[in-house]
């Protein structure tokens, strides 16, 4: 099978998977962030655990990568900038109800506030891609 049908799959599994369990819900997304329900807590709890354990297995198992090279996962150096985007990113996630993930659900679902979010997210890396030719300590 291409990769790119085997990709394309599995968008579909997740979005479908984020819809079900309701991370495209903006009531329930809003809910969380209020502390009045936990759901979307498990949800993200139980994704960090998966992810986590994924991770591990992909460093102890990993196929070369196409370089030849064993997979080598590195940290990121923690900047000023990191933590002004993680406070834009998570005001933005705050008010519209929506992360990347969670946006493309529901622009999937078709629900109307999720095509300008998307549209916010295009013109803010836009935005960004130009600080970034500008300024390299981005």
Do not use: N
Not at 4 to 11: E, P, R
Not at 63 to 87: F, M, N, T
């Amino acid at each position: 099978m291409d990769k790119k049908i085997g990709f394309l799959l599995f968008g579909i599994f997740f979005g479908f998977t984020l819809s079900r369990v309701g991370a495209s819900d903006y009531d329930l997304i809003v809910g969380m962030f209020l502390g009045q329900d936990y759901t979307l807590v498990g949800v993200m709890g139980v994704a960090i655990i998966v992810g986590a354990i994924g991770m591990q297995v992909l460093k102890k198992f990993a196929q070369p990568v196409k370089s030849g090279e064993a997979l080598k996962i590195s940290h990121k150096e923690l900047k000023k900038w990191s933590l002004i985007g993680a406070a834009i990113f998570g005001l933005g996630w705050g008010i519209t109800g929506a992360c990347p993930g969670t946006v493309l659900a529901q622009v999937g679902e078709g629900k109307i506030f999720g095509f300008f979010t998307f549209a916010g997210m295009i013109c803010g890396t836009y935005i960004y891609a130009l600080l970034k030719e500008k300024h390299e300590e981005l």
